[in-house]
């Protein structure tokens, strides 16, 4: 999107250089197992803030007492855990770049999320494409003015806070076999935080407690902060699964960032947000009657991640099939038109870009870093774009000042 600096990379850019690239990253732990696009997106100035500002217009919501009433029904039945603080420690808002009527790129939303997302991945994807690409030293991926190590220190502090990291964990169903394991393996090596199975935690009273390998053999070790990745879904869904505790019991642990956040900051608030930014939304429960133009709206059901369960090219029939009281779990939600605005060798890309944040406890919510999946199929989703080329993970680079 600046269009000098994408003109250099592409003409600087091999298949040679890529595949290298890609070896080189899939040698620092295992294979990744999906795909990375050949490509950053380098974002100009402009739209770097109007993203900051859409980001702000959002979190102003976050803050209300609107909001704080309307998500006391996010929640379902059941599934509420005891020891929510005052507001997600983790926040990730997902935005399709697109053009406006006036040909200015804009952001418009497209789900938000009060979980934890590919925090220390990013800055690992980030170091090897500049070990082999020519990336400007004025350009960055940080926001709010970090660098490696002050984003570390800031992870630190909303993962670790005073505790001792043998004391916090990285909690997920099978971490080694996630797809987003190398995530895991770098909060690791740069934390020192460990990823453990859920089903290898044992419980006395409220306490939980894991093994943690030393030199003198497994150590029982009690688990003070939790980090967590396991998704609602897949443990809903994984009826094989044993484990020794519920994540809604009042257990003697601090979660970062709390499950409830996982409901209340989720597509369930997408039609309350009302902005230049956020394309119109609705629950299915509140539909008077079926749009017309289905074609141009995505049926969404309201906890799934990563894609699962959403409907593009949505038909009469879909929104009809769903009745009674699961209608309150979906949300039909105007379609984001992405602009083809990523030339590639081929045809152009378009662009899925997500900002994280970290909020501790007593500051604001902070920009640090950001997320990029490409695309050149109707959705990003990997269905989509098979056998295509510069699509997948990627990351934005935008002038540091």
């Known amino acids: 999107m600046i269009k000098e600096l994408r003109e250099k990379y592409n003409q600087e850019f091999s298949d040679e250089k890529y595949n290298a690239f890609v070896k080189d990253i899939n040698s620092v732990y295992k294979p990744i197992e999906f795909k990375i696009s050949e490509t950053p997106i380098f974002i100009p100035a402009d739209l770097r803030d109007e993203l900051l500002k859409a980001c702000s217009e959002i979190i102003d919501f976050l803050k209300s007492d609107k909001y704080k009433e309307l998500s006391k029904n996010a929640i379902p039945p059941g599934l509420e855990v005891p020891n929510q603080g005052e507001h997600a420690e983790l926040l990730a808002i997902d935005f399709g770049i697109t053009i406006d009527k006036d040909g200015k790129l804009i952001p418009q939303l497209i789900e938000l999320q009060g979980f934890a997302s590919l925090f220390c991945y990013q800055e690992l994807l980030n170091i090897k494409i500049r070990e082999?690409?020519?990336?400007?030293?004025?350009?960055?991926?940080?926001?709010?003015?970090?660098?490696?190590?002050?984003?570390?220190?800031?992870?630190?502090?909303?993962?670790?806070?005073?505790?001792?990291?043998?004391?916090?964990?990285?909690?997920?169903?099978?971490?080694?076999?996630?797809?987003?394991?190398?995530?895991?393996?770098?909060?690791?090596?740069?934390?020192?935080?460990?990823?453990?199975?859920?089903?290898?935690?044992?419980?006395?009273?409220?306490?939980?407690?894991?093994?943690?390998?030393?030199?003198?053999?497994?150590?029982?070790?009690?688990?003070?902060?939790?980090?967590?990745?396991?998704?609602?879904?897949?443990?809903?869904?994984?009826?094989?699964?044993?484990?020794?505790?519920?994540?809604?019991?009042?257990?003697?642990?601090?979660?970062?960032?709390?499950?409830?956040?996982?409901?209340?900051?989720?597509?369930?608030?997408?039609?309350?947000?009302?902005?230049?930014?956020?394309?119109?939304?609705?629950?299915l429960s509140d539909l008077k009657e079926i749009p017309s133009d289905l074609e141009n709206y995505v049926l969404k059901p309201l906890f799934s991640f990563a894609g699962v369960g959403v409907i593009f090219d949505v038909k009469k029939e879909d929104v009809e099939n769903i009745t009674g009281d699961d209608r309150e779990n979906f949300v039909l939600q105007r379609k984001i038109t992405y602009a083809p605005i990523i030339e590639t060798l081929d045809e152009p890309a378009k662009a899925e870009l997500r900002i994280l944040f970290l909020w501790n406890e007593g500051q604001e919510p902070l920009p640090v870093i950001n997320l990029v999946r490409m695309g050149k199929g109707k959705m990003m989703g990997v269905d989509f774009n098979k056998g295509k080329t510069w699509v997948g993970s990627s990351i934005g680079y935008f002038p540091k000042k």
């Open 132 to 283: 082999y690409f020519d990336i400007p030293e004025d350009l960055t991926h940080f926001f709010s003015g970090l660098d490696h190590d002050s984003y570390l220190e800031k992870l630190r502090e909303t993962l670790i806070g005073d505790e001792n990291p043998e004391n916090v964990i990285l909690l997920e169903i099978e971490p080694d076999k996630q797809k987003t394991a190398i995530d895991f393996w770098a909060t690791e090596d740069w934390l020192g935080i460990k990823p453990v199975h859920i089903g290898d935690i044992t419980k006395e009273g409220k306490k939980l407690y894991y093994e943690r390998d030393t030199e003198n053999g497994k150590v029982k070790t009690q688990i003070k902060r939790i980090y967590n990745r396991v998704i609602y879904d897949e443990l809903k869904n994984r009826k094989d699964l044993k484990y020794n505790f519920k994540i809604s019991e009042d257990l003697d642990v601090k979660w970062i960032a709390h499950p409830n956040w996982f409901f209340k900051i989720s597509k369930y608030i997408l039609p309350f947000i009302k902005s230049k930014y956020a394309p119109e939304c609705i629950f």
